[in-house]
């Protein structure tokens, strides 16, 4: 059997569980698998990027997820200008005086010679400028948060089109990452996990915490969508009648239509995405990268500046994650920072990339959709199977505890999965050529 009809059969079989699932229980579950299979499969290119690429260990793929949250938040909706009056000039002052103090640390320690002068020139500046900082921001953020707190009490957003908010998402997404990686990319693998994990959490956390920003814990709803809401649609008299004609209620064929129409933009971006990274692959750039990944001491020997080339691919590969992000945000339409869990963005993400091919983009994108797809399914075909295997037996504590272990199905599987993979095709299910 050739490679390619074996990968084509690979897909076809997950595009087949996709559609049984339409066939077996609806077609709405059908497409919202379809759809964040779609998502999940732009944060494996991401993750392929950094890893396949370049065997950069990162496991901090939900703070970046997190930021592309964020940017649709802040290019999306509307201004509050209450809280703008209140207290926007002081916290933009504020963050300004904050960089300025971190701007200025970095050129005094570059100017200044290293020794106990400098240590306390140090200290002094940045004990002043975290109090000077805080004496301007806190009672501007103080006034933001008192403006309408349950409705909004934080600064809002641009009020520009959502669709912007992607490649935004990813922009921010990768500034944050050059910050992380000119401090984090000089540690070894293990410690750059062990960095990259503690600062996606710091990010989470300010997301949590600082209502003027994202309305923290309280969540920002009713985030603008680039296909239209279902309760619009199930108010149209024209589509209500178009939806007659296919024999469909308003509410199920509004529901379709907007999933239909998300999984025609994501699968767009999917396809540039995946486009961009193949060319990239086979680029001289691509080929230097996995020869960097493969024996990173020859390559310096021959010339190639590592850290700079490891900084390259992890701002790409978190951009990539951040616009995955926002497109979720934007397909859930509300930002929630306590539903960022590590289980969810982390590890998920890194089995997807392991099953399907670390450092080949069409195995990662396979092992998304299949993931995902075992993600959801799994837990209420386990249920469905433990109420077969136990309807025969007597109540009592064991058939109790057999139905409550279904909870566990989705780690089980994962796990399995992973363990029959790594056995049976160590290198994944399309490996790297």
């Known amino acids: 059997m050739s490679e390619t009809v074996k990968n084509t059969g690979l897909f076809a079989i997950v595009g087949g569980l996709i559609l049984l699932t339409g066939v077996m229980q609806s077609w709405n579950a059908a497409l919202l698998i379809l759809n964040m299979g779609l998502i999940s499969a732009i944060m494996a290119i991401g993750v392929n990027l950094q890893w396949g690429f370049a065997g950069l260990f ?68 940045l004990a002043g400028g975290f109090f000077l900082y805080r004496a301007v921001l806190d009672p501007s953020v103080e006034a933001v948060e008192k403006v309408d707190p349950a409705i909004t009490g934080y600064l809002g957003g641009l009020g520009l089109p959502v669709i912007l908010a992607w490649p935004i998402g990813g922009l921010l997404a990768a500034g944050a990452a050059w910050l992380i990686g000119k401090t984090a990319l000089g540690l070894r693998s293990d410690y750059l996990a062990i960095a990259t994990l503690g600062i996606a ?56 239509y907007v999933k239909l129409g998300y999984a025609l933009l994501f699968t767009i ?43 390259q691919v992890f701002v790409l590969g978190s951009a990539v994650c951040g616009i995955a992000g926002a497109m979720m945000t934007t397909m859930d339409g509300q930002l929630t920072p306590g539903t960022y869990q590590p289980l969810r963005f982390t590890f998920l993400v890194w089995v997807m990339v392991i099953v399907g091919g670390s450092g080949n983009n069409f195995g990662a994108v396979l092992g998304a959709m299949l993931i995902w797809f075992l993600w959801v399914q799994v837990e209420p075909i386990g249920i469905f199977l433990l109420d077969v295997l136990t309807s025969g037996m007597a109540e009592g504590p064991l058939k109790t505890h057999l139905l409550d272990s ?28």
């Open 201 to 256: 959490e710091i990010i989470i956390a300010v997301l949590k915490n600082e209502d003027w920003l994202s309305r923290g814990v309280k969540n920002v709803v009713g985030i603008p969508r680039p296909v239209p809401y279902e309760i619009d649609l199930q108010g149209d008299p024209g589509f209500v009648e178009r939806a007659a004609g296919f024999g469909l209620d308003p509410v199920t064929a509004s529901t379709l």
């Open 406 to 433: 279904a909870a566990h199905m989705r780690l089980l599987t994962m796990g399995l999965v992973l363990i029959l993979v790594l056995r049976f095709s160590p290198r994944g299910l399309i490996p790297e050529k």
């Open 58 to 125: 990162n496991i901090g793929v939900m703070g970046f997820v997190a930021l592309g949250g964020l940017a649709a938040v802040l290019v999306s909706m509307p201004p509050t200008p209450a809280a703008w009056a209140a207290g926007g000039a002081g916290i933009l002052a504020g963050l300004v005086l904050g960089a300025l103090t971190v701007a200025a640390a970095v050129q005094l320690l570059r100017r200044m010679r290293a020794g106990a002068a400098r240590n306390i020139a140090l200290v002094a500046l």
């Open 269 to 311: 971006v999917l396809l540039a995405l995946l486009w961009m990274a193949q060319k990239a692959l086979n680029s001289p750039w691509g080929r230097m990268m996995r020869a960097i990944r493969d024996n990173e001491v020859a390559a310096e020997a021959m010339g190639k500046d590592v850290t700079r080339r490891h900084l």
